[in-house]
């Protein structure tokens, strides 16, 4: 058994922001609390901004953009920054995974691969800058003898992450509004604000133009001036459902563009000519991966009445062994929840699921073993109603709801029975059956025979689970504007072109 235990968070101004190129002291001596979600104590203080603080990020960003060189670099040149910003994450791979486990719950060895997936999404993005079309000649339709179709950056983007899985998130919003030349300032969880606090220190150390990128740490109350400011011209969220509807709203008033990724209850559909072992090991194995807090999570389950009492007890054989406990552990194989009020809100959920009837096969405890920290047993249901309470809301944490269906037709039904849409899975040993299920359940991602969820291709939800995509070339697109400039004639460098 090997335990880390390094205390001291490896930030070097967490008593500042990061605006205009700078750190800058807070408006006031408000602040933060983050705590230790597995020893339930202070880890370190950040500075809590205030309506000054918004008020001078936004400033420094428009300016940045409006009078800035960032948005009239080429995209080449842009993405040589992007590739320092990535050598930069790698570098900081060790810190990255000190912090994400004690504000998160993830387990350490888990956290080490965040550095170097974040690493690759700005490698992606500058590899793009060479290759995607952001002007190319296209023949008017309506007058005029040639025409460009340009695809230039939105503007200021306020870019607001969540608690549970910050970096890759922070990752997914940045580099491709920085390839397309927007500036930003990044909004940090007050829970989980450590890994904003090394993004802007990275920005820093590779010399990012003042106002490009700024990073501040607020509550909902603050952050909302981010999204009412009609200096920022697009909003990137992620995070629950509800607050999703808000951000929204205030967007619409506005007209602001804006990019929600939301929350999600993921049907794994298991039809009856799928192994239920290896259903149980593909589900259970990928519930435990961050205790569950994880929006794409297959919590779902919905299989044949004939199968379900079998893929019931392989579940719960599995959860049951399942190794709870110190992230920092090698041996661990599961940490805490994030955050206090999160585990009352996972016990509140299971004790409405044995209230409306369902069975609780295994888990719903708080481990025995453990005096401290938020932990709460992987947590099995079965016979459960897709009706009811634990099946059609988010719950977000490592409970599981095994459904029972009577044929193919109904199991989809039941899949697409939810107002979100995020994800899904499908597993059968048929891969045309497979494909036809696939194009019946209206979710952004369907996996086969695994769980699925792709940052390089395309990430994102059908119904509540958002509006837009993140990752690969779909993420790019909200972080642009399409301009068609109609000449009479032809610009040079375009002498040539086939149109």
């Known amino acids: 058994m090997t335990l880390l235990n390094d205390a001291a968070a490896p930030v070097r101004h967490a008593n500042r922001f990061y605006i205009g190129g700078e750190w800058v002291a807070p408006s006031s001596d408000s602040a933060f609390d983050v705590i230790d979600s597995s020893t339930e104590q202070l880890y370190f203080q950040v500075a809590e901004a205030q309506a000054p603080d918004i008020t001078r990020a936004v400033d420094a960003a428009r300016r940045a953009f409006d009078e800035g060189p960032w948005p009239r670099l080429t995209h080449v040149e842009r993405a040589e920054y992007l590739r320092a910003m990535a050598a930069q994450f790698r570098d900081r791979i060790k810190d990255f995974a000190q912090i994400w486990p004690r504000e998160s719950g993830v387990i350490h060895t888990a956290a080490l691969h965040v550095g170097e997936a974040a690493a690759g999404m ?3 993005y500058a590899e793009l800058s060479s290759t995607y079309p952001f002007e190319e000649p296209v023949m008017p339709t309506a007058g005029g003898e040639f025409g460009l179709l340009v695809r230039e950056p939105v503007g200021v983007v306020g870019a607001i992450v ?29 829970e989980a604000p450590g890994e904003g606090y090394v993004v802007a220190e990275i920005a820093e150390a590779v010399g990012l133009p003042p106002g490009v990128l700024n990073v501040v740490t607020a509550d909902r109350e603050v952050s909302e001036l981010l999204v009412r400011d009609p200096r920022v011209d697009k909003i990137t969220f992620t995070g629950s459902t509800a607050a999703g509807r808000r951000i929204a709203s205030l ?14 209850k993921s049907a794994a559909v298991v039809l009856d000519d799928y192994d239920v072992a290896a259903a149980a090991a593909a589900i259970a194995g990928q519930e435990c991966f961050l205790s569950g807090q994880v929006c794409s999570s297959l919590t779902r389950v919905v299989v044949t009445k004939r199968q379900h009492n079998d893929l019931v007890e392989a579940l719960a054989s599995i959860f049951s062994c399942i190794q709870v406990g110190d992230p920092f552990d090698e041996a661990t194989q599961m940490g805490p929840l994030a955050l206090q009020r999160q585990r009352d809100r996972v016990e509140g959920y299971i004790a409405k699921g044995v209230d409306e009837g369902a069975k609780l096969v295994t888990g719903g405890r708080r481990p025995q073993h453990l005096d401290r920290g938020w932990y709460i047993e992987p947590t099995v249901f079965g016979q459960v109603d897709n009706r009811s309470t634990i099946a059609q809301e988010e719950i977000f944490g490592p409970v599981l709801s095994v459904i029972p269906v009577g044929d193919e037709a ?10 979100y849409g995020l994800n899904a899975s499908v597993f059968t040993d048929d891969v045309d059956r497979a494909r ?3 194009r019946q359940i209206r979710s952004g991602t369907v996996g086969h025979n695994a769980w699925r969820s792709d940052f390089g291709v ?15 070339k779909e993420g790019l697109l909200p972080f642009l504007e399409t301009k068609f400039i109609v000449l009479e004639g032809r610009p040079t460098g375009f002498e040539d072109s086939v149109v």
């Open 251 to 264: 967007c619409g008033e506005r007209v602001a563009r804006v990019t929600l990724e939301l929350g999600g």
């Open 458 to 472: 395309s990430f994102g939800g059908f119904k509540q689970s958002g509006i837009g995509r993140e990752g690969g």
């Open 436 to 438: 036809r299920v696939a």
């Open 122 to 124: 700005f490698e992606y």
């Open 162 to 190: 969540p608690w549970n899985g910050p970096l890759g998130l922070i990752a997914a919003k940045i580099a491709p509004a920085l390839l397309a030349g927007c500036t930003i300032v990044l909004k940090s969880s007050p």
């Open 410 to 419: 109904e199991a989809v039904a039941v899949a697409n029975d939810t107002i």
